[in-house]
């Protein structure tokens, strides 16, 4: 859990890149309280997603609130139907419990309204996941969002399901995000 880099006799690093997968430690959590399933620092990840015009789609899942608009993932203007989603593959299997979106510093180009739908994959295939190969299920109807603001979703907004393992994000028609949170209860097998 610790990197250490030693430069013998002296020098700079312009850059350090390491490699690898997040591994969360759930023992050493409240399993008795819900858990951020999504988040990058419990081994949460980003999948795929259909467009990144603007900024970087893995940053939704960082734990800390945006800092600007570069600091979030924003689509292109949608003038065809459809809309942009996202699909996560979440730290740990578990049922969700709130879901959290937020839209700070996107003011005139924030999503109208968003939807989150999940799964529980066995053993996943990215490719299948970002096709319609993957069933997946409403975990959360339509939703309208406002400017610059965090949403929280519970209770009856989320529709119940068991255990699930990946979520898609999908907005309406385009937009920014700058935060996304999947918070639940792990799964008894998980932890």
């Known amino acids: 859990n610790y990197l250490r880099l030693n430069i013998f006799p002296d020098g700079g690093v312009a850059r350090l890149r390491v490699y690898g997968n997040p591994v969360c430690e759930w023992q050493r959590h409240d399993l008795s309280k819900p858990q951020e399933l999504s988040s ?22 960082a734990p800390s609130r945006g800092v600007n608009m570069g600091d979030g993932w924003e689509t292109r203007r949608r003038r065809e139907p459809g809309n942009d989603w996202i699909v996560i593959s979440l730290g740990a299997v578990g049922v969700v419990e709130r879901i959290e979106v937020d839209t700070a510093h996107f003011k005139g180009n924030y999503p109208d309204r968003c939807s989150v739908q999940a799964a529980l994959v066995e053993n996943p295939e990215n490719e299948d996941l970002l096709t319609d190969d993957c069933s997946w299920d409403n975990l959360m109807d339509e939703q309208k969002l406002a400017m610059d603001s965090v949403h929280s979703f519970e209770g009856d907004k989320i529709n119940k399901m068991g255990p699930v393992s990946h979520v898609r994000l999908n907005i309406f028609p385009d937009g920014g995000i700058s935060r996304f949170k999947v918070l639940g209860k792990l799964n008894k097998n998980e932890s």
């Open 40 to 61: 990058v620092i419990n081994g949460g990840n980003v999948i795929g997603y259909n467009d990144a015009h603007y900024g970087d789609p893995w940053v939704i899942l």
